[in-house]
């Protein structure tokens, strides 16, 4: 495949995740055709089947890129020490929310998947909850429990709030914000 031939690709196919994007703003999933989201991305419908068989594959597919970043994200920042900050992780996070502002949106939003929600939440329990916890440097384990999930669903707001008030602070300002709030709100454990 040439470079052009790549292009074309990625262009197509960033026109058919705007056009579902803006969709799943109006409509949930399920009252979205392949004909709608040819006709907004301007493509036709064999075009999309080059790449999805329907529109829940689609929106399967586009879940699973925005997860598999995200892990990603988990995955490149193991603290080292009771000393590293949640700064970095928070940082990368706002950052890939505004590189995929749009279908962050909606993903998180009324007509989103709730099951994506929670997928996320799982893979933060699962790969953060024991370091946080040391980071935060909270001991008691069902105190913990709890502010742990109070963060997650405060986490999850900002960047709901965030996405939908039109982004104007930077990913680093909200993460200083987000980080700031997790930080505060754990000093009342000490």
């Avoid at 999309?48 to 892990?71: C, G, P, S, T, W």
């Avoid at 993903?107 to 893979?123: S, Y």
């Avoid at 370091?131 to 960047?159: M, R, T, V």
Wanted: glycine share 4%.
């Amino acid at each position: 495949m040439t470079e052009k031939e790549d292009r074309r690709i990625r262009k197509t196919k960033k026109a058919m995740t705007d056009a579902l994007a803006g969709l799943l703003l109006e409509k949930p999933l399920n009252n979205i055709s392949v004909r709608e989201i040819a006709e907004v991305a301007d493509i036709n419908r064999g075009t999309f089947y080059l790449h999805y068989r329907d529109v829940y594959d689609m929106a399967e597919k586009l879940q699973n890129e925005i997860f598999e970043k995200f892990n990603e994200i988990l995955d490149n920042h193991e603290p080292q020490n009771d000393q590293d900050s949640l700064f970095p992780i928070i940082t990368e996070v706002f950052q890939l929310l505004s590189e995929n502002a749009d279908l962050a949106k909606v993903l998180i939003g009324k007509n989103g998947d709730p099951a994506f929600l929670d997928k996320l939440k799982n893979v933060l329990h699962e790969k953060c909850f024991v370091n946080a916890q040391k980071l935060l440097n909270i001991k008691n384990d069902d105190e913990f429990h709890y502010f742990y999930h109070y963060i997650i669903s405060g986490c999850a707001g900002i960047c709901s709030a965030w996405l939908n008030s039109g982004m104007k602070e930077t990913p680093l300002e909200m993460a200083r914000f987000t980080e700031s709030f997790i930080v505060d709100g754990a000093k009342t454990f000490k």
